[in-house]
């Protein structure tokens, strides 16, 4: 019999959670499983219950929510021996997406009964975690106004992206490893990615993996917008990496110099952030539980 937990943040996505405890005592596998189930009151209450339970030595920690939801846990169990399960309820749901964790909520709970854990990178930017990606640039921008939004969902977000593009001013941003300069020139956005995606199957950096050592950082041109409809589609049927107007990069350690101070976001949700920023990876440091593979 092994310890799980379950931290249900009441408030991301649409769908209404009151019933999904007893949807997961009802399929959660009790021969297998002896569940916790919690509700988070605050932001940071996930990270907060997640470390508790990793202290009392529980097996597994299943995020109920979204990208910020699993940031939230993860960031709770980072560099311990309890594993991170994802229960998909939010916008985007990059992480679960890049994992092969299903979308139907019933689905992803009865996966949890043939799962197996793998050990996989998470990042750092300064001392905040991301597990997906994180960055600045226009998409940060985004993030901002997509927090701030009354209502969620990708409607909400699109919609953000074409009140904001034809006004956005591209910032110039410079790159280093060490003492090596990697990158310094105007950019539309800057992505440095652990997972593949965003969310909702944009793929921002296609061959981005989990269980690598690094980051893929991707630089859109300050141009993009002339190729606007096909980098879009590009977007969404991972191919975003062949286009002219964007250049991809593979580090483990780097540092980014930007202009000003200017939005960041992490997973997705904005963040203050220092001009300067230090972005590593940090390898095998997060344990996850997956579909079990025979």
Request: glycine share 8%.
């Amino acid at each position: 019999m092994k310890n799980i937990a379950f931290i249900i943040n009441p408030i991301s996505g649409t769908q209404n959670k009151r019933k999904l405890p007893k949807t997961i005592e009802q399929l959660l596998d009790k021969e297998q499983w002896l569940a916790n189930i919690v509700f988070t009151e605050r932001a940071g209450h996930a990270t907060e219950l997640a470390r508790q339970y990793a202290r009392m030595g529980f097996d597994a920690v299943v995020a109920v929510g979204g990208d910020g939801t699993v940031n939230e846990v993860a960031s709770g169990l980072r560099d311990t021996e309890t594993a991170l399960g994802i229960i998909p309820m939010g916008s985007g749901n990059g992480f679960a997406r890049h994992i092969g964790i299903p979308l139907r909520t019933q689905r992803a709970i009865e996966m949890l009964n043939r799962s197996e854990v793998i050990k996989a990178d998470y990042g750092l930017a300064e001392d905040h975690v991301f597990v997906t990606t994180c960055g600045t640039g226009f998409d940060a921008l985004i993030a901002d106004r997509f927090a701030q939004a009354g209502t969620r969902g990708f409607q909400t977000y699109f919609k953000k992206v074409i009140q904001d593009a034809l006004t956005y001013k591209s910032e110039t941003y410079r790159i280093t490893e060490g003492d090596k300069l990697l990158f310094e020139h105007k950019a539309f956005l800057l992505t440095f990615a652990n997972a593949n995606q965003w969310g909702n199957d944009a793929f921002i950096a296609p061959k981005a993996s989990i269980q690598d050592g690094k980051m893929d950082i991707c630089m859109m041109s300050s141009n993009a917008l002339l190729a606007a409809p096909s980098l879009a589609l590009r977007l969404f049927t991972k191919s975003i990496d062949k286009s002219l107007f964007m250049d991809t990069l593979r580090a483990k350690d780097v540092i980014l110099y930007r202009e000003q101070v200017s939005p960041f976001h992490i997973d997705g949700d904005p963040v203050e952030m220092p001009q300067t920023v230090h972005i590593r990876i940090v390898e095998d440091g997060l344990r996850v539980l997956v579909e079990k593979r025979f």
